[in-house]
């Protein structure tokens, strides 16, 4: 049999994803903590507990990143731990941080820093967050003392993750920590308030750290009507799609606000990032009339779904994404990929099709400079719990103990060798053989 091998440039990132409130612990003072106490919250009443313990023990899965091949990780800071109380900076809560981005320096392995990543002070919750315009200065002042402290250990930033499922997540769905005011309206207000937080953090960075790249890490969906459905419901698709996907962005690259966020400009948000992340995970088909919901929850015959019906597995869609974000010029980075699969049936072949994708869009000359899948360890997984395992690396929650997943072992072959190959195909996933080496 032909054998082939992809080869990704010698400067691509390999990397995988964190984030604070998910993998260190004890995170008392943020507002997912006071969230999980009350029943119902979150699936089977789970609670975050220890989570990964990463504030104690972070450097141990930093051995094992290493071990893996990987040169470079996505990770968070708690807001809620760096500032206890509004204008009262914790400098111990601050020197760690530096450890653990020192601790993955010394393994070769390169931060990109998180400063939003769902999680809120409670005090700033107390004062009205994204609803007021109080947050705007808040978060600029973080983000200053952050960088002062910590940013000569940090090249790549990522002011908010994922503005558009937090809002809708948060705002529309109840599923994550409750706002001063629930509804699409405050949940509007709440895009336009983000945005000026991302705008702020974006020069508070620049201005002291000129050299280091900001962007944010965009959840991208694909949004498909059904092929069969009438073209109005193509229509809707393309509505859905362009406010969850698009509109962000759009706002960031001409500094203006649209429908339905608001009107007018945002001082500084224009062209305020440097690289686009993309976090990919499914495809969703579009209902239409959206009675009832949304997104369809009915599948074609033969989809590969992941664990719970999470979504399904649509490698073409992470090509599908990034062929969109050249739209924007910039350097793209895939800041999270992932799917959760408790006993790893899909993984392996999930990351070999999902990285022949990632190939396809380099070969095309597009500007895709790395790669970070959700997640290194399996963590507290939000509204979710422990009910969903995206780790390369198994996490009993109780114990701690861990173990390398069969896909955390391919990782580390495709990190090791820069490139997937026949030969890992016939190992971990032979069934894609025909399908992605032909020949
Ligand atoms: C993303 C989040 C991340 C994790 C993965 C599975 O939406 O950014 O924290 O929950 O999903």
Sequence with gaps: MARATMFFPPDFRWGTATAAYQVEGNNTNSDWWAWEQEDGHIRHNHKSGLACNWWDTAEQDLDEAAEMGTNAHRLSLEWSRIEPEPSLFDD???????????????????????????????????????????????????????????????????????????????????????????????????????????????????????????????????????????KIAHWWAERISWLFNEMWLASMQDGRLRWPVGRGRVKGLAGSFDFVGLNYYTRHYVKFPPFGGLLSQEWDDGTIMSDGNCGEVYPTGIYQAIHWATKFNKPIFITENGLPDREDQLRPSFLLTHLREVWRAISFCFPVMGY?????????????????????????????????????QLYSEICHSRSLTTQMAERYAPELLATMFPG
Excluded at 154 to 180: C, H, Q
Excluded at 377 to 397: A, H, S, Y
Aim: charged content about 20%.
């Design 372 to 408: 970070y899948h959700w997640s290194l360890v399996d963590n507290f997984e939000w509204d979710r719990g422990w009910t969903q395992r995206f780790g390369l690396i198994e996490m009993d929650p109780e114990t701690q103990e861990r173990q390398w997943r069969s896909s955390g």
């Design 92 to 230: 111990a809560a601050l020197d760690r941080y530096r450890q653990i981005l020192q601790a993955m320096h010394d393994r070769g392995i390169e931060p990109m820093v998180t400063l939003h990543h769902f999680s809120n002070p409670l005090w700033l919750v107390a004062k009205g967050d994204f609803n007021s315009g109080i947050v705007v200065d808040y978060f600029q002042r973080y983000t200053a003392k952050v960088v002062a402290a910590l940013g000569d250990l940090v090249p790549k930033w990522v002011t908010i993750n994922e503005p558009m499922v937090y809002v809708f997540m948060r705002y529309l769905d109840g599923k994550f920590p409750a706002p001063s005011r629930p509804g699409w309206a405050s949940g509007r207000e709440a895009i336009g308030h983000l945005l000026r937080c991302h705008a702020a953090a974006y020069h508070t960075i620049k201005e002291q750290l000129p050299e280091a790249e900001v962007g944010v890490a965009k959840h991208t969906a694909v949004f498909q009507a059904r092929p069969d459905s009438s």
